[in-house]
T-cell receptor, first 110, second 112 residues
Framework: GENVEQHPSTLSVQEGDSAVIKCTYSDSASNYFPWYKQELGKRPQLIIDIRSNVGEKKDQRIAVTLNKTAKHFSLHITETQPEDSAVYFC?????????FGAGTRLTVKP | NAGVTQTPKFRILKIGQSMTLQCTQDMNHNYMYWYRQDPGMGLKLIYYSVGAGITDKGEVPNGYNVSRSTTEDFPLRLELAAPSQTSVYFC???????????FGSGTQLSVL
């Protein structure tokens, strides 16, 4: 099955700096790549996603890039704010089989 | 819309006990999923369903059973609880196969 690896496991940045989280996947048939944000004690919530026929997608301060050849994708958060502090999960999906990375705990220091 | 509703929020079980985690959604989604999340880990797929009457195993199905008698409900059954099943369980649904999961608020289960 699909294997998703996510790095780093923890990331600390100063408010206003950028944050980048990277994921790799193993199955070239994966065609959908979402990113979820999970605040402490809360449910995961989708923040951005990208399909395999698109290289980059942006939504305000958040962007995702996909390199199908290298089988990796990244989440970029610019102008980070304290409320961006959370655990972020990447995932890769083939039909109903969505596999998640282990998560990145992002801390934004004021 | 309430979205995806899970009950209970917390539960403590003794080894060998059984229980059912309830999940219901009001978005008329065909696709429903059960995940478990161990501390500091990502989510692992236990079972999923593509519609009423159809279920299939995910990555970690051992020790669990599911049923899908209606579009709205997708309960998860633990028959003989073991300490290894201590985890947070999330139910999710989607309107498009394998995409844009809407999660419930989770059930924190401890097996002692």
């Amino acid at each position: 099955g699909e294997n998703v690896e996510q790095h780093p496991s923890t990331l600390s940045v100063q408010e206003g700096d950028s944050a980048v989280i990277k994921c790799t996947y193993s199955d070239s048939a994966s065609n959908y790549f979402p990113w979820y944000k999970q605040e402490l004690g809360k449910r995961p919530q989708l923040i951005i996603d990208i399909r395999s026929n698109v290289g980059e997608k942006k939504d305000q301060r958040i962007a995702v890039t996909l390199n199908k050849t290298a089988k990796h994708f990244s989440l970029h958060i610019t102008e980070t704010q304290p409320e961006d502090s959370a655990v972020y999960f990447c995932a890769a999906s083939i039909h109903n089989d969505m596999r998640f990375g282990a998560g990145t705990r992002l801390t934004v220091k004021p | 819309n309430a979205g995806v509703t899970q009950t209970p929020k917390f539960r403590i079980l003794k080894i060998g006990q059984s229980m059912t985690l309830q999940c219901t959604q009001d978005m008329n989604h065909n696709y429903m999923y059960w995940y478990r999340q161990d501390p500091g880990m990502g989510l692992k797929l236990i079972y999923y369903s593509v519609g009423a009457g159809i279920t299939d195993k995910g990555e970690v199905p051992n020790g669990y059973n599911v049923s899908r008698s209606t579009t709205e409900d997708f309960p998860l059954r633990l028959e003989l609880a073991a300490p290894s099943q201590t985890s947070v369980y999330f139910c999710a649904s989607s309107g498009v196969v394998g995409e844009k999961l809407f999660f419930g608020s989770g059930t924190q289960l401890s097996v002692l």
